[in-house]
Structures are given as structure tokens and as C-alpha cells.
């Protein structure tokens, strides 16, 4: 084998390297579309289906389903999908032939477990936590949350057909609000410091949802409440 062999073997063999890591890179966030361009400029149609993402393994997101009528988010590679019955209540389905008008998504697959201090107790307390922990960390990144809840207050998109959307206002027409105490399930979510109104509102680092452990109830986190009397695990990603 000549020079000129060995040096194109060793540019193929870096080449598939480099494309193999970054096929696998951990955490990576990417987005479709805005929440502001959805909120204030009435853009609800879908700028993603979620099928036509490529690398499923280990894949984490959220946002709300196109047209504003439910609320999606993919756990470890599953994508469920929750809607308002006319009476009501929530339908839960897992399917990945759905589109969004906003998503924030990533693969991420090896975590840093931390037990949440008692003392962490609202919605405010735990960004600001999350916060704090991750300064020194490459952002925005996926997290989650595993344990019983002590209240979860959440909504789920219902938008009236044919509703002109021109702010946040007209665009929470028609929700369906849920309250639940002392339930056990999962909290995904999103941080970034720099995606206000892309993908978290204007007065958050934050977007995050909740799903039982059923996976029969799901919807978007207005609230939350924690009790320091149920151990709650926290989830980063390891850098």
C-alpha cells in the first residue's frame, strides 16, 4: 500500500469518526419555529413532523401540537400526543405523525442524577436551582424530573376552530386546565437563558411538561408544588 492510500484510508477512517460523534453528540438542542411567531403573529400551522426526525434514539421534546389543539412531548423516543374530549377530560395517544408550529428538541442520552434539596419547593425555586447548578455548563440543555408531585396544575391547548390568534390571550382560548395532587410521574424539560419567547415565555428559562406514569395524562406545567417529604430526583445531562 502506497502513501497516497494510507493517507486517504486515515482521512475516511476520521472522516466516519467525526460523523459518527456527531450523529451521537449528547444534548444538543435544536428548534422549530417560535413561540412568539405562534403567540403574537398567529402562525399555527406546523413547521415539523415529528416523524421526519432523523435520530429517534434517546430523543427528548416538547411544544404544542399544530393549530393549537394539544401538546406533545417524546420521552426516551417515545412521542405521545394529548388532546381535550368533548367532555373534558384528556385523551392520550403515542404517535410520531404530528406536526408543531414550535419544538424544542434534543438526544440526549447519559445523565447526572441529583436528589432535589427539600427545600426546593415552587416552579420559581427549581429554575432558579437548575440555574445556578448549571452555570458552568454547556446551554441550553434537556432535563428531567421523576418522582410524586404534591400539585401540578397544567393545561392542555383546545383552540376554537377558525380563532384569529394576534396575542397570548386569543391563543389560550379554550384550554383545558388540570389540577392533580400527590401523583407520580415524569417532568421534561427545556433551559436556556437565551430562547425567551423561541421556545420558553418571556419571564422564563424554562418549558416544561409532565406525563404520568400511566402515560394516560399529559400537558403543559403552568404550576408546581413539591413537598420535601417526597423525594424528588432531579436529571442533567453529563457534560
Request: charged share 25%; aromatic share 10%; hydrophobic share 35%.
Given at each position: ?55 429517534k ?21 417515545k ?52 440555574d ?103 436529571y442533567?445531562?453529563?457534560?
Amino acid at each position: 500500500m502506497n502513501l497516497k492510500h494510507i493517507i486517504l484510508g486515515l482521512s475516511f477512517t476520521l472522516f466516519v469518526n467525526f460523523t459518527i460523534k456527531a450523529q451521537t453528540s449528547n444534548n444538543i438542542v435544536k428548534v422549530s419555529g417560535a413561540m412568539s411567531n405562534v403567540m403574537k403573529k398567529g402562525q399555527l400551522q406546523g413547521t415539523i413532523l415529528l416523524d421526519t426526525i432523523q435520530n429517534k434514539q434517546h430523543l427528548y421534546g416538547l411544544g404544542p401540537k399544530e393549530y393549537l389543539k394539544g401538546e406533545l412531548l417524546i420521552i426516551d423516543g417515545k412521542s405521545y400526543v394529548a388532546s381535550v374530549n368533548e367532555d373534558g377530560s384528556i385523551k392520550t395517544e403515542e404517535t410520531f405523525d404530528v406536526k408543531a408550529p414550535f419544538f424544542v428538541y434534543a438526544n440526549t442520552e447519559n445523565w447526572k442524577e441529583y436528589t432535589l434539596p427539600k427545600k426546593i419547593r415552587t416552579l420559581k425555586q427549581l429554575e432558579e436551582f437548575i440555574d445556578k447548578k448549571t452555570k458552568n455548563n454547556n446551554r441550553p440543555f434537556a432535563f428531567k424530573l421523576q418522582g410524586i408531585f404534591a400539585k401540578i396544575n397544567f393545561h392542555i391547548q383546545n383552540l376554537p376552530d377558525g380563532t384569529i390568534v394576534k396575542s397570548p390571550k386569543d391563543a389560550h382560548q379554550g384550554q383545558g386546565k388540570y389540577e392533580r395532587e400527590n401523583i407520580e410521574g415524569e417532568i421534561i424539560g427545556f433551559f436556556s437563558t437565551e430562547h425567551q419567547t423561541v421556545f420558553t415565555h418571556h419571564d422564563t428559562y424554562i418549558h416544561i411538561h409532565f406525563i404520568n406514569s400511566e402515560r394516560t395524562e399529559m400537558g403543559h406545567i403552568d404550576d408546581l408544588m413539591l413537598n420535601g417529604k417526597m423525594k424528588i430526583k432531579l436529571y442533567l445531562p453529563k457534560e
